[in-house]
């Protein structure tokens, strides 16, 4: 069974950093492409970042280039999201997604969800 396991939410001052990991259990890792969604409260889910299997390729949606950063770490099974400039805006819950092509697409068709880790920040 897969398991994604977020972690490292949680509160920060606006111009802040936060760190988010996931985890993942169950499946071959280093053949998905993984990436990162939120979904603000009242609002739809969206594309915030996603990389490729082996980490050579990385997307970012508009409002979080140049402050995020997304990394893996094969060996551990483990995404990150290094966010930085935190705004107000970036309040959500953050969840990281696994897709089996290993593309790591915004449009790929991500299987796997894990529970969502909450970020808020402060203005």
């Known amino acids: 069974q897969v398991h994604l396991v977020e972690s490292g939410g949680g509160l920060v001052q606006a111009g802040g950093s936060l760190g988010l990991s996931c985890t993942a259990s169950g499946l071959t890792f280093s053949s998905y492409g993984m990436g990162w969604f939120r979904q603000a409260p009242g609002k739809e889910r969206e594309f915030v970042s996603s990389?490729?299997?082996?980490?050579?390729?990385?997307y970012y949606a508009d409002s979080v280039k140049g402050r995020f950063t997304i990394a893996r770490d094969n060996a551990k099974n483990t995404v990150y999201l290094q966010m930085n400039s935190l705004k107000a805006e970036d309040t959500a819950v953050y969840y990281c997604a696994a897709e089996g092509t290993g593309w790591g697409t915004p449009g790929s068709r991500y299987a796997y969800w894990g529970q969502g880790t909450q970020v808020t920040v402060s203005s």
């Open positions: 990389i490729f299997w082996s980490g050579g390729a990385t």
